[in-house]
């Protein structure tokens, strides 16, 4: 265990538990398979968070949405699957890059299939994401899909930290 009398700047974030908790996006709804998670949040220009997380409600869909303080956050961004052609989106990732412009990575379901794609949707806003034009930007291929991407710039370079997975579908004979 860790003291906080002690912090560098780079540590001075808050340790979680150590301040009052709040939900910032409930679940839409009570019951199973509803839930909202899997977040990626990034500063604006202008001092605000912007969020993107996943809806489960029967149809998955990415949520952009926009807090000046980090707990009341209003929408201004919905991708739903269909926009993707995804059977389904899972988690995605919000990044800002040097020239300002926005991306949002959504890991994406080939339909009738385990294979796994990411797209990127990039425009000069957040709000502009929900119109931008999808691009495939890491496909997998026949026996690896890829999802749930966690993508950073350093100041130099891009990089990109991805889950991939690779089956074997094999032939069963039955009598």
Known sequence: MTSNTHRSPARAFPLPGRGRPTVAVPAPGPGPQRWAGAPSAALDADGTFVLAYRVRDGEDHNVVARSADGE????VALLPRHRFGAA???????????????????????PGTKHWWIGVV???SPEGLAEADVRPVFEGDARTGVKDPVIRYDGREWRAWICATHWTCRARRTA
């Open 72 to 75: 009341r956050f209003t929408t």
């Open 88 to 110: 389904m989106v899972e988690r995605p990732a919000l990044v800002r890059t040097s020239s300002g412009r926005w991306r949002l990575y959504v890991s994406c379901a080939t």
């Open 122 to 124: 990039e425009a000069a």
